[in-house]
């Protein structure tokens, strides 16, 4: 069974993200979505709430697993038996980071391949964090993330 590793930090996990899980899935037997805790950004969802809103807008897909990680990906690829690692590219902006990190993961494990798909081209523009400023505005975001999120979001506003 290859399994690849999916990881970001999913502040909410977006529509975005669902369409690169979607493709990994058709190219491998399974995919693990993981939540980095990530103590260089300051999330507005909890890990829980993260791992939770990400079980729920995948239920529906085969052979995918949600879980969390703090620490190094690739170490938590060796650990979860993932053959590679998951990364979207949505624009030409994102290629100077991402080509870094896999530089960076491959000298860290050189058994690990990261594999960049490029989502759907009516989610470029869409990430996280524009996402999080909509909702805090008030402004309906069911268009970009699942039905779960959207809940999420405004339960988190309302407060
Ligand atoms: N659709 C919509 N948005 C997307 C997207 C897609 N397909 N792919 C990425 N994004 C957005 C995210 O929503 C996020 O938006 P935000 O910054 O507005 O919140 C942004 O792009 C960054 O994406 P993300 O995947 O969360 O990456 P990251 O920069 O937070 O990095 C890790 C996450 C987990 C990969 C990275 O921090 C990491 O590897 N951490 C572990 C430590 C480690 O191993 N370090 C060595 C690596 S060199």
Known sequence: MR????PGTFDPVT????DIINRAREMFDGVIVTVAVNP?????????ERVEMLRKSVADIDNITVDSFDGLVVDHAHETGAVGII???????DFEYEFQMALMNRK????????FLIPHEKYTYLNSS??????SLNSDVSDFVPPVVVEMLKSKFSK
Not at 3 to 6: G, M, P, R, S, T
Not at 15 to 18: E, K, V
């Open 15 to 18: 529509n975005g993200h669902i």
């Open 40 to 48: 260089t950004k300051t999330p507005l969802f909890s890990v829980e």
């Open 3 to 6: 399994k690849v590793l999916y």
């Open 108 to 115: 860290l494990a050189g058994d690990l391949t990261t594999v």
């Open 130 to 135: 524009i996402v999080r400023n909509l909702a």
């Open 87 to 93: 990364r979207g590219l949505r624009a030409l902006s």
